[in-house]
């Protein structure tokens, strides 16, 4: 099996070696679904941004999902589109932040989040669509660019969390925040599946401050629970996120998370693109 990447030039890589060329610009052409024919010609330009964030482009309409800049030379929160939205997985500072996210969209941009996050979430300075568990939002409105549907997640430290389904030019995504593998998995993989890119957790993190203790269990997923994912819901190509930034003794990831999970997805046939943060895949549907 092999695909065709554009990094200075176009060459041919084999699966194995896309897993860890974690290459600046990557464009991969995917074969067509029978009812994606919509718009078979269509890119989705996905950078990676700092932690879980991702920035999907696609004409002229920007979504952010996790928004946040933590640390100097995180990924700037540019503006590449004119109309410009972000969703968030849950209130936690490594997620959401008015501040960024309103950098993010600008004045004319608007917050899409899932109503019980929004109730722990500050959102006074921010235009927000609340919008109900597996209820659709449109972004934008008339043109529909982007569908974003929040579906179930399991936050390790209790507070209220989401994934999102994301559809556009013709491409499915499911981004899974940082959440633990919980049953819902079933549910959604055969309400909203195939995916042909998801973005998943793979530190299996133990924070260990206040009131939480280092008991053994991973707060979010681990390289082998995300392994897991990755074979339920079998998407064409995923990118890990959420790992790389251990902060011991209160935030604790397994050893090597990284190099874990590509060990795993050795023999998948899910192609893995291990982005940097700041680095960009190109993805298209093609004909065939």
Known sequence: MTLECEKDGSVSLKRVEFMAAGAASIALTLPAHAAAERSPKTALHIRRLHWAGISLVVGDAQLFIDPVIENPGDPPLSAEAKDRFAIVSHHHGDHFDAQNIATAIGDRGFLVIEESVAKWADTRTLHVQRVAMYQPAMLPRGAATFCVIPVPAIDGLGAPQVSWVIEAAGLRALHLGDTQWHGGFWDIA???GPFDVMFVPINGFQQV??????????????????????????????VPIHYGEPDPPT??????????????????????????????????RGLG
């Open 251 to 284: 935030y604790i990831e397994v050893d090597k998370p990284l190099e874990e999970f590509t060990s795993l997805m050795t023999a998948s046939t899910s192609r893995v693109a291990v982005l940097k943060q700041g680095e960009t895949l190109t993805l298209t």
């Open 209 to 238: 401050v206040a009131r939480y203790r280092k008991v053994g269990q991973p707060m979010s997923m681990s390289p082998q629970q995300a392994r897991s994912a990755v074979e339920l819901f079998n998407p064409k190509v995923v």
């Open 190 to 192: 055969r309400a909203y």
